[in-house]
């Protein structure tokens, strides 16, 4: 059996640190707006989402998820979303999000992304290009290892994890073929 090498050692930041701020400027921030307005400071003020807060954020990650998330019962909604965000264990948060129909890894990195109080980063495929990541495999170790990553690099460029998540996006947008 082959020794496998820690997610954690492969990625690498495709351009230099001190470029992410400036990639961040170029990100339009009328895309965030409704979500980070206008359902996260509730959502974490309540310390749940309602059903139209999780459509969404759902929808602001992906539309094409909607017609199965809005098969979740509200209070199916609230109970998985309560727990989560009191939680204090990873694997918890990020693995009851996906009891939700609709709901795999990016969509659960979303709301924890904007309703947690502790930051974490999406997973999206042009951030994680942005980090050598061209075809992710998700589960938990790599979802570990990617926070882990992050947020050892938005304290290292002195920046949030929103606007590191900004960043790593828009650098992808232009730089990639």
Known sequence: MRHLEPLSTKLRLRCPVSKLAAYAACYPLEVDADVEIGVAPEARRRG???????LRLAGWKTPRSRPRCEKNDAAFVEEVTR???????????????????????P?????????????????????????GVPRPRYGFEFWSDYVAFTRALAAKARLSMRTLDRALWQYSKEKQA
């Open 83 to 105: 727990n989560v965000l009191a939680s204090r264990n990873e694997r918890f948060k990020i693995e009851s999000l996906r009891l939700l129909q609709g709901v795999d890894w």
């Open 48 to 54: 749940f989402l309602s059903k139209p807060q999780f």
């Open 107 to 131: 969509t659960a990195s979303v709301i924890l992304h904007f309703c947690d109080e502790q930051p974490y980063p999406v997973l999206d495929v042009r951030a994680l290009w942005s980090v």
